[in-house]
């Protein structure tokens, strides 16, 4: 009896951390989708926002010349009110041609990394050559750590190769729980 009483409490605690952990998962809803290709570089660039909760990013476009010494600028604000203004979380700079090429799995950048090519034709090396890249249905929702906030989030990342900027791209959304 006591066994049994003991395996239906353990099932319970099973269950409640179950729910917990899916509730605990962080959702996001992309407001605004903006991407600029210098025109050198790049032709005919899409981003758009997909799937019915707006969770999703799609890219696409034809990239007009030989891509390397990428470095990339990621610049990560939020706001927890609509009438604050947006404040730096964090930001950082990566070597783009590193990541594509050697990815060390199990880091926050790594995930969203993987998130991002999931669905992708994205070169695994550099130079990247010219052609079609596509990257569908990018959702960053199950590499968000639990400590990002439930905020608005406005992402600005900035791709450079020899030091000359080819891409910008911005997005707005919102975490929500
Ligand atoms: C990137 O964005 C800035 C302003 O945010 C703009 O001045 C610049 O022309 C953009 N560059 C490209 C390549 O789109
Ligand atoms: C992307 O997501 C949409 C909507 O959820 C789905 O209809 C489509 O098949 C997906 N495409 C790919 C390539 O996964």
Request: proline share 3%; charged share 20%.
């Amino acid at each position: 009896m006591f066994y049994l009483w003991m395996s239906y409490l353990r099932m319970t605690f099973l269950l409640i951390h179950l729910i917990h952990y899916n509730e605990a998962k962080r959702r996001i809803r992309w407001d605004c989708f903006d991407c600029q290709m210098g025109p050198k570089y790049g032709d005919q660039m899409k981003c758009t926002i997909g799937g019915i909760r707006r969770s999703l990013l799609n890219v696409e476009l034809q990239l007009l010349a030989e891509l390397n010494n990428i470095k990339a600028y990621v610049k990560i604000s939020t706001r927890f009110k609509t009438t604050n203004l947006f404040r730096k979380f964090f930001d950082i700079t990566f070597d783009g041609c590193r990541v594509i090429a050697d990815m060390v799995s199990g880091t926050m950048v790594s995930n969203m990394f993987n998130a991002v090519v999931k669905s992708s034709n994205q070169p695994r090396k550099c130079p990247v050559k010219e052609g079609l890249i596509y990257y569908h249905n990018i959702s960053i929702e199950d590499a968000l750590p639990m400590f990002v906030p439930t905020a608005q989030l406005f992402i600005q990342v900035d791709f450079y190769s020899r030091r000359q900027l080819y891409l910008n791209v911005s997005l707005l959304g919102e975490i929500i729980e």
